[in-house]
Structures are given as structure tokens and as C-alpha cells.
């Protein structure tokens, strides 16, 4: 799910969960837009910074813990040369705005959703 490249600092995370919801077996198209209710500041490279009032598009919702973590991407958000990267957040940060697709699809996730760089 996070789209980081590989390189020789790179390192595997402790997975957040072992399975997502998403609108497809990619987990490519967006389920929701949220609003950020308030900052986050995440504590390693599996999460993305957020700002209050900023959109998310939001791809999966992991599941094994309860619904805490979502995985998206911030509206116009940009990190260095490269376009706005999707990464982690606590589901509490953000209220629901608008309903895309269903999140139907089960996923499971690999070492790659967890993969810093």
C-alpha cells in the first residue's frame, strides 16, 4: 500500500494489521474523502503528516485492531519532487465527508504496507 522506493536504508515495520478493507483488491481507488479534525504528527515514515481542515483521500481501513488506523493520502501535498505519497493515520483524526466506493473488498497486507524507507 505505501508506495516508498526501495533503497539501502530502508527497513521493515511492525505491521499495523494483517488485513484492510478497500474498494478493490488493489486498494487503488479511493473509499472516502475526510477532513482533518485536528494536526497529526506522525512518529516514523508507515504514517503521513496531517494538518487540520486538510482533505484525505482515504484507500483502506486496517482492520485486526479495531478500526484505528486508515491508510491515505493528503490533498495537495507534495514531498520533495515527488507527488503527495499514501501512509497511515489514526481514523480519529479525520471525520468522514464523502462516501466514494464500498469498502468491501478484504485485503491482506504485505511487508511492503509497512516498508520505510
Known amino acids: ?3 516508498l522506493a526501495a533503497g539501502k536504508a530502508g527497513k521493515q515495520m511492525p505491521k499495523l494489521s494483517n488485513k484492510k478493507l478497500c474498494a478493490d483488491s488493489e486498494c487503488s481507488h479511493p473509499i472516502l474523502m475526510a477532513r482533518a479534525l485536528q494536526d ?3 512518529g516514523d ?3 503521513i503528516p496531517i494538518r487540520q481542515g486538510q482533505l484525505v483521500y482515504v484507500y483502506a481501513m ?3 485492531r479495531g478500526n484505528l488506523f ?3 493520502s493528503v490533498q495537495n501535498t507534495y514531498y520533495g519532487d ?3 505519497r499514501i501512509g497511515h493515520f489514526p481514523s480519529s483524526v479525520v471525520e468522514e465527508t464523502h462516501a466514494l466506493m464500498p ?3 478484504e485485503v491482506k497486507t504485505t511487508n511492503w504496507d509497512f516498508y520505510c524507507n
Open 62 to 64: 486496517l482492520k485486526d
Open 70 to 72: 486508515w491508510a491515505g
Open 1 to 3: 500500500m505505501l508506495f
Open 40 to 42: 497529526y504528527y506522525p
Open 103 to 105: 469498502a468491501t473488498t
Open 45 to 47: 515514515c508507515r504514517f
Open 82 to 84: 515527488q507527488e503527495a
